[in-house]
């Protein structure tokens, strides 16, 4: 297989695993809250993997710069899930999960910046576009004409994930060619999760009160599928070309776009429906032209 269709396969496989993750996900959250949701997910996605890293762990590969880049990518995942999460409960999701989608564009960025990658013609439309119906689909004309606020909260979160997501996932490529497609994933997950258990306890959120037990068999498998998504993602960055997997993966917010329209009942402004299909359309072609 070539590099090309190796980064477009595993593009695809993490834009499934993220899609059910976030659908699930902004279904728990609504249920239990952000910071139960993102505990439970990130606690059963560790244990699940923890076999395999017993068994594939060498001390003496992982060096102290690496200890120290993986740290502060897990500190920023925190801040990022917690944002993401808080985003999916807010809402729309409908509108929220292709403007998160949008990572790929700061990732774009960053390889053109940091790795001296260069976007052809069809690319730059293909962000330019995207761009412009993120933030079309970001205002609500009709929050404004009843004295609220033009941008939600949701919306805002939204952006600010797209924004943290793109840089940790450069940097998850970048480490996942020194480390291996599972480390990286893995390390940032245990540490991430040992710094949202105790914030879980401080916040006084560590209560089973509202959780069924299928609920909390929907959120490990939902932990256990958007790991698998982020593997996929690691391992298509270590043999491939990171922007072509990235555009690959972001295809992902058809899942829980269709959640927030079916399930959750969510009704848009016609600029904002204008503003999603700019958007769609603008990570479709930039799909294509990598």
Known sequence: MSAVAASVVFGLLAAAGWGIADFIAAAASKRVGVLRTATGVHLASAVAAAGYFVIVFEPSVVKWQHWAILGAMSVGGVLVYVAFYRALLEGPVVVVSPIVSSYA????????????????LWQTIGAVCSVGGVVLASFDPRSLSAGGRLIGLGVALAIVTMIGLGGLSYALGIMSRELGWFLPVFITRVV??????????????????????????????????EMGGMFAYARGTEVGVISIVAAASISYPLIPMLGGIILFRERLAFSQWVGLCITLSGLFVLALAS
């Open 192 to 225: 991430s999760t040992a710094l949202f258990i105790p914030l879980t306890f401080a916040m006084r959120q560590w209560t089973f009160k509202g959780v069924t037990i299928a609920l909390a068999l929907l959120i490990a498998f939902a932990g256990i599928v």
């Open 105 to 120: 564009i700061i990732l774009i960025g960053l390889a053109v910046v940091f790795a001296g990658e260069r976007l052809s």
